[in-house]
Nanobody
Framework: QLVESGGGSVQAGGSLRLSCAVT????????MGWFRQAPGKEREGVGN????????SYADSVKGRFTISQDKSKNAVYLQMNSLEPEDTAMYYC???????????????WGQGTQVTVS
């Protein structure tokens, strides 16, 4: 089970940190991904982190602004978002999959999402 938190409303240029609590790590959660979906748009990959090695990968649109990290002791994954832009407004989801990809279809397990609004 994946539970996101930390969403909210922020002005352009501001920051937010999203959290994803993972209650049951399995072999199917070797990679944790962050995704977002704006109204009327397809869900897109933001970035991901390998649970074992901690290697991260990001979409070009967020490179240099967003950072993914994990705390294995807390079974949590984080998405630090800086220099937020109105175009970052979306529902943000964390997901678990067997390997890392920016493609949503590679992740069978999803959280319920948390809304981020940038004005």
């Amino acid at each position: 089970q994946l539970v996101e938190s930390g969403g909210g409303s922020v002005q352009a240029g501001g920051s937010l940190r999203l959290s994803c609590a993972v209650t049951d790590y399995t072999a199917s959660s070797n990679c944790m991904g962050w995704f977002r979906q704006a109204p009327g748009k397809e869900r897109e990959g933001v970035g991901n982190i390998g649970r074992i090695g901690g290697r991260t990968s990001y979409a070009d649109s967020v490179k240099g602004r967003f950072t993914i990290s994990q705390d294995k002791s807390k079974n949590a994954v984080y998405l630090q978002m800086n220099s937020l832009e109105p175009e970052d407004t979306a529902m943000y989801y964390c997901a678990a999959g067997s390997w890392c990809s920016l493609r949503p279809a590679q992740y069978p397990y999803w959280g319920q999402g948390t809304q981020v609004t940038v004005s």
